[in-house]
């Protein structure tokens, strides 16, 4: 296939170790795999340039952040005005190919006129306003606090800009409905994360402890991780670890006089995945039911048990491959039984058939490049 598409990724997308940029790799990986020429747009400002990019893309541009208070003084959200560069537009002029713009954080330049008659795809990772009115009711700092709430606001109001695109890819059915609500006019698509794993790695038997993990420096991770010490865990369970990037001071503390439970900082690729895979259970919390949570598929690809409250799982196809449970009681009740259980050749054959039916990176990028190919025509 003949074919070039602009990509602009609001970070530099490896190594692909948290959120979002797990599904921009991938879904790199996959579209160049599929014969796919790849322009490539990233933001310098916590990850330098990497030569393993150079594999998937043909081009690649790399552009300073514009942090500071200048870019927090508009009334474009923060996330939004510190990735517009003017170089990037100019970039984006030089050919006519259909432009993907990687969450609302790099839609800065979407309903600019020059950009009238491309292509123009936004791939939503969040209801941003939504997720940053979830941080602001999570965070201790006064500032932070603040922050999180203008910058909601000012999200909401941004949002409108999205009159502007083509086709709108959602990562959950919660998602896509709550777009088309927004923009009846408007393709919208559901159209899961890509991931890492081409197909499942889960061991059988028992393992001995239980896993959460997420990246620990984000309120609703470390607040999640809080709820299971303070409200679920038992002295008399068996250890639980928690494990992810940057956990708060506070919540080191808060487990040293507890025994059965432990931190592990900063693990790194493959320490995280052998936590992930020896755990007994992997137990997913979230208190924001919007954009699809990767560490899930992660876990359902290579753990055992999945022990998740109903939001982790609200607009994905994935609650049948997961225990449930709402309540602290209804954690407390169903931990010692997942305990007693074993992991079965049949459990993972099971979950090999569902999940791939829907998460098939392959299956996934064929169904992009057709809707791309059918909507704006190959080059």
Known sequence: MSFTLHIISFDIPYPANYGGVIDVFYKIRALHEA???????????RRQPVKELDTYCDKIFYYPRKNGIISNLSLIPYIVKSRMPEELMGNLLRDHHPILFEGLHTCGFIADKRLQGRFLIYRESNIEHQ?????FKSEKSLWKKLYFLVESIRLKSFQKALQHVSLMLTVSLQDMEYLQSKFPAKKIVYLPSFHRDDQVHILTGRGKY??????LSVPENYMAARF??????????PELIIAGFDPPEWLVKSVRNIPNIRIVKNPNDDGMAR???????????TFQPTGLK????????NGRFCLVNPAMVTGTSLAALCILAKTPLDFKEKIPAIFNQEFSREDIQNRQHIIETIHSNQKNCEFLLEMLTLSSGSD
């Open 35 to 45: 014969g796919v020429r790849i322009y490539l747009h990233c933001f310098t400002y």
């Open 131 to 135: 997720y940053y009115y979830h941080l």
């Open 210 to 215: 239980a896993l959460y993990q997420g990246k």
């Open 228 to 237: 299971l010490i303070r409200k679920v865990w038992e002295p008399s369970f």
């Open 275 to 285: 936590l992930i895979s020896d755990a007994q259970v992997n137990i997913l919390v």
């Open 294 to 301: 990767l560490k899930l598929l992660n876990a359902l690809y």
